[in-house]
């Protein structure tokens, strides 16, 4: 079975704070992703990776970059939090050419 | 309009069927998804139909897609209280994302 991994299930934060959320998948997935989740908009692409090293622009990119060092691990980084950030955000996985995605179980976080 | 459409919130009751209904807008999508996500958990993929398909069924799962009008629903049979969950429509795209609905929320009563 595909496993992805996210690091925390809930974590609070402080207006300002650097923020770093992780994500490892254990297929040798080519494709990563993260999302965030909000009540009535579902799912909204941030950023994705088809490979190593590698990051393009989802839908709503601002306020957050990427890291994609080694294949199996897509870490997300809001550089200052703000309050608009709190939400649920979830990393997904997929196979080279693929399009079926694989989620971990979400990081709730707050910002305060 | 939004890409993926889809009602928020659907009840009904145990044992009956539930419907969850998807328009889209792109026709170019080659396939199109259901995925489950349970309270508290990430998506679950369910079920999926190519899009040259009709109806696709999964034991109590039956999908049905109107290539014409755009339409994909999810119907579940003899549905039960572990069917509570938000249900999520999404397309795929040539370029390997997935395009999501807003999900629809499903509470099955007892």
């Known amino acids: 079975d595909v496993k992805v991994t996210q690091s925390s299930r809930y974590l609070v934060k402080r207006t300002g704070e650097k923020v770093f959320l992780e994500c490892v998948q254990d297929m040798d997935h080519e494709n990563m992703f993260w999302y965030r989740q909000d009540p009535g908009l579902g799912l909204r692409l941030i950023y994705f990776s088809y490979d190593v090293k590698m990051k393009e622009k989802g839908d709503i990119p601002e306020g957050y970059s990427v890291s994609r060092e080694k294949k199996e691990r897509f870490s997300l980084i809001l550089e200052s939090a703000s309050t608009n950030q709190t939400s649920m955000y979830l990393c997904?996985?997929?196979?080279?050419?693929?399009?079926?995605?694989?989620f971990g179980a979400g990081t709730r976080l707050s910002v305060l | 309009g939004e890409d993926v459409e889809q009602s928020l919130f659907l009840s009904v009751r145990e044992g009956d069927s539930s419907v969850i209904n998807c328009t889209y807008t792109?026709?170019?999508?080659?396939?199109l998804y259901w995925y489950k996500q349970e309270p508290g958990a990430g998506l679950q993929l369910l079920t999926y139909?190519?899009?040259?398909?009709d109806m696709k069924q999964d034991q109590r799962l039956t999908v049905l897609l109107n290539k014409k009008d755009k339409h994909l629903s999810l119907r579940i049979a003899d549905t039960q209280t572990g069917d509570s969950a938000i249900y999520f429509c999404a397309r795929g795209s040539s370029a390997r994302q997935l395009t999501f609905g807003s999900g629809t929320q499903l509470t099955v009563l007892p």
């Open positions: 792109d026709s170019s999508s080659t396939y």
């Open positions: 997904a996985s997929s196979l080279q050419g693929e399009n079926i995605q694989y």
């Open positions: 139909i190519f899009s040259n398909m």
